[in-house]
């Protein structure tokens, strides 16, 4: 007989744990006698046989998802009398037979690819708003002290921010010390905006526009809609504070899709004309952006355009929901203005854009 050793997940934690198991005839508790650790106790009918290899065997625990138990060598009788045994395909399979089980296998596969594509527009809205702010929370905080502070630039952008969302649909909106052409809402309903964003506007409305349309983004949880699409049910489901990094990437690499883009223009335009300010300077912002498309170099740094495309029709849109009769303000006033441009420069504590302190 091989030497018989085991080892065990919780299914809580990533920790391998090298196990002894102390058995009766109804289940079993594991422990590990070195880290002074017992599992819970096991009933026997609770195993799932997942498979064997090479005198390795496995198995996984019915209610608990990720629990496994590996064995190494040959159990003792009395154990491996009480393990269950693997079918030749699986037991439905080995029910009906290979073709017709694969023939069923490929139309849940269609069904279970086409609600993936479907699904996280209304799967999005169930989830509670606590966990979303939580997984907002944890992604900031990966920004590394790159959030830019100073008095006159954030009074500047909170008057901007109180003009396009007086009720404050927003958790926060913040300015990262980030050259990229880019803003992006996170879960949770948090915005940032990158600094090259505002050095490439060359007026307070253009970047109004922008925050208007990611408060489009907010107001219909695209967000996470768009990470539940290319990531999974892991990202509410999985457990998000170790991979924060993970996500806040997929959310600079998020495109959405054109019914989305459209919808969160449309608030743009809503919230502006609401705060009297013309949308003329948002259409011509984008009309610029797009010249800049052809430039390599520029490209590499406007991450913008390729989570939110561009179209004519688009550019078209803000320029024709001007109000030739109404009466429009600035969003901001040319001292507010030239302090937002210089809030991250003026923060001698901000990180640089690689995430070092001053």
């Not at 019915?62 to 393990?83: C, H, T, V």
């Not at 024709?320 to 420069?345: F, H, I, R, S």
């Amino acid at each position: 007989m091989s030497q018989f050793q085991l080892w065990h997940y919780d299914g809580e934690t990533a920790t391998r744990r090298i196990v002894k198991l102390r058995a009766d005839a109804h289940g079993f508790r594991l422990e590990d006698v070195e880290n002074d650790w017992t599992g819970q106790r096991i009933s026997w009918s609770d195993l799932l046989f997942i498979g064997r290899e090479a005198g390795r065997s496995a198995y996984g625990h019915r209610q608990i998802p990720g629990w496994r138990l590996g064995f190494s060598g040959d159990a003792p009788p009395d154990i491996a009398a009480r393990l269950p045994g693997g079918e030749r395909y699986g037991r439905w399979i080995d029910r009906f037979g290979l073709w017709p089980a694969a023939g069923a296998f490929a139309l849940a596969a269609a069904v279970v690819v086409y609600g993936v594509l479907q699904s996280p527009a209304w799967l999005a809205p169930l989830v509670p708003q606590s966990w979303e702010n939580s997984m907002g929370d944890a992604m900031v905080g990966d920004l590394g002290g790159r959030v830019c502070h100073g008095g006159a630039g954030e009074a500047a952008l909170a008057q901007m921010v109180a003009k396009i969302d007086p009720k404050g649909e927003a958790r926060e909106v913040v300015v990262t010390n980030i050259p990229l052409i880019n803003a992006i809402t996170l879960p949770g309903g948090r915005i940032i905006l990158f600094d090259g964003l505002l050095q490439q506007a060359q007026s307070p409305d253009e970047v109004a526009g922008v925050l208007g349309h990611e408060l489009g983004h907010v107001r219909h949880r695209d967000t996470l809609a768009g990470l539940i699409r290319q990531l999974g049910l892991s990202v509410v489901l999985g457990g998000f504070s170790g991979d924060a990094g993970g996500y806040l990437n997929g959310a600079l690499a998020l495109s959405y899709g054109r019914e989305a883009e459209d919808a969160a223009d449309g608030v743009a335009i809503e919230q502006m004309r609401a705060a009297h300010v013309s949308p003329a300077a948002t259409a011509g912002f984008f009309e610029r952006l797009g010249h800049v498309e052809g430039d390599d170099d520029a490209a590499r740094a406007m991450t913008w355009l390729s989570s939110h495309p561009l179209s004519a029709d688009r550019r078209a849109r803000f320029a024709g929901a001007v109000d030739k009769n109404a009466q429009y303000a600035p969003a901001l006033d040319t001292v507010q203005w030239k302090a937002l441009l210089a809030m991250c420069a003026s923060d001698p504590d901000v990180a640089d854009p690689w995430g070092r302190q001053k």
